[in-house]
């Protein structure tokens, strides 16, 4: 990554383990300061949620790794790509709202 890496997270608990920390640590990775509330605007959280509804709603879900594997590229094959333009597009109006509100959270 360079000398001039750093580690950014959402605060998520899986990310604040000793393992983790002992990692980054070890590695000499410096953290970013993230406030523990803030706004999550990455467009891709949409697309995962979309990509796990869809797994979910399969009548045979998936058992091995490599099912998983298999029905998450068919999903991700399935999308129609006005769901990305969609997010896309919408990031102005979302930011607008985060500034609107200071940063707390967003009703979407």
Do not use: K
């Not at 899986?14 to 590695?27: K, N, P």
């Not at 509330?37 to 949409?46: F, K, M």
Request: with cysteine.
């Amino acid at each position: 990554m360079g000398l001039m890496f750093l580690f950014t997270d959402n605060n998520a608990p899986c990310q604040r383990t000793v393992t983790a920390e002992q990692l980054l640590e070890s590695e000499d990775i410096e953290r970013m300061d993230w406030p523990a509330r803030s706004p999550d605007l990455n467009p891709i959280e949409h697309v995962w949620d979309f990509l796990g509804r869809r797994l979910a709603a399969r009548t045979l879900p998936p058992v091995t790794i490599r099912d998983f594997r298999l029905a998450l590229q068919d999903e991700w094959a399935a999308m129609a790509q006005q769901l990305f333009d969609t997010l896309i597009l919408s990031m102005g109006s979302r930011c607008e709202t985060c500034l609107a509100v200071s940063g707390d959270h967003i009703p979407y």
